[in-house]
């Protein structure tokens, strides 16, 4: 196994699709990197493995060593203005398949031989945290990879399970079932993060609850674990993870009482301009996740 180099491992899961359960881990991964943790993002979404359209390094393979796959360097770790960036690297069938967009339509236990094999076989570098983003629902892929984790993994390098959902009551009857899998398994469940709560205007500051707000946390109390937090939509994220650009919000544009308008990152160090991290910095998602981030690695470290 090639677990033994990596301190904290934590699932992200969801009972539904398309609740953005990647995207919270890419943001996850991006936030413990800009707090100075050194990360690694396994992706064991097989048939939709979308980690590195995230990461903007779709085009990369992934080079194979004596000892298993080396995974995709998304930055290397380095100092930026005093502080540490910690270095994120990538793993995810993505980088297997011969072309980008190839469907993967597999059985059950070729499914299960490929988990096993992303747990044994990838050389992560010594790693404070490895954040495993997993198909939705509870399915082959899940229970493979809890009893491989359970197995192999030391009790204290499972750190728990971040659950994603929707405000809505559909979305969130599915994510029960997920808090159940976990109670059933012994997975600690770290809290549920409510995504998409709200919406971000692009011309000005307002959000509007699209939908209904709120449900994530009564559910959260519901089964008495932690609420972490409320993410809105903001289409700066789309546009920064499709274009690659650094968000820039309008004149005046408040988000969670933080104003946007020069964005909240160092706009001037031009040595770091090209880096996601970067960006994603300047992005109102950013704050949000920093204090969920916080409050995980509070949890974790104890
Ligand atoms: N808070 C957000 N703000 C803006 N865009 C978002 C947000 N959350 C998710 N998205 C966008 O919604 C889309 C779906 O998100 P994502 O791929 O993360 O969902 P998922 O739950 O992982 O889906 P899958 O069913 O493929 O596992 C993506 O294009 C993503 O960029
Ligand atoms: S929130 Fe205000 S600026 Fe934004 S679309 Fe609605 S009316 Fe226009």
């Not at 994510?175 to 059933?184: A, D, H, I, P």
Request: proline share 5%; net charge negative; with cysteine.
């Amino acid at each position: 196994m090639s677990l033994s180099d990596i301190k904290h491992i934590v699932l992200v899961l969801s009972g539904k699709g398309g609740v953005g359960k990647s995207s919270v881990t890419t943001q996850l991964a991006l936030t413990l990197a800009l707090q100075g943790h050194s990360v690694g993002v396994l992706d064991v979404d097989l048939t939709g493995p979308s980690i590195p359209r995230f990461f903007g390094i779709e085009d990369a393979k992934v080079k194979q060593a004596p000892g298993g796959w080396i995974p995709v360097p998304v930055h290397e770790a380095r100092e930026r203005d005093g502080k540490k960036l910690g270095s994120l690297q990538c793993m995810s069938l993505g980088f297997l398949l011969a072309n980008r967009g190839d469907a993967v339509v597999w059985r059950g236990p070729k499914k299960t031989a490929m988990v096993r094999q992303f747990l044994s076989d990838v050389q992560w570098k010594s790693l404070d945290y490895l954040l495993i983003d997993t198909p939705p629902g509870t399915s082959d892929e899940h229970i493979s990879l809890v009893e491989t984790l359970l197995k192999n993994a030391a009790t204290e390098q499972l750190a728990g399970a971040v659950i994603v959902t929707t405000p809505q009551a559909i979305s969130i009857s599915d994510v029960k079932k997920e808090l159940n899998f976990c109670r059933k398994t012994g997975v600690h469940i770290l809290g549920v993060v409510e995504n998409m709560a709200g919406y971000v205007c692009p011309n000005c500051s307002e959000c509007t609850n699209v939908f209904s707000k709120g449900g994530g946390e009564i559910m959260a109390r519901d089964f008495d674990v932690p609420f972490l937090g409320s993410v809105p939509i903001d289409p700066m994220f789309i546009r920064l993870i499709e274009e690659g650009e650094r968000p820039v919000y309008p004149e005046g544009t408040v988000v969670e009482g933080k104003d946007m308008t020069n964005g909240n990152a160092n706009t001037n160090d031009t040595a770091n301009r090209d880096l996601l991290a970067e960006k994603y910095e300047a992005c109102s998602l950013h704050g949000i996740f920093d204090g969920i981030v916080k409050r995980l690695v509070v949890d974790i470290d104890g």
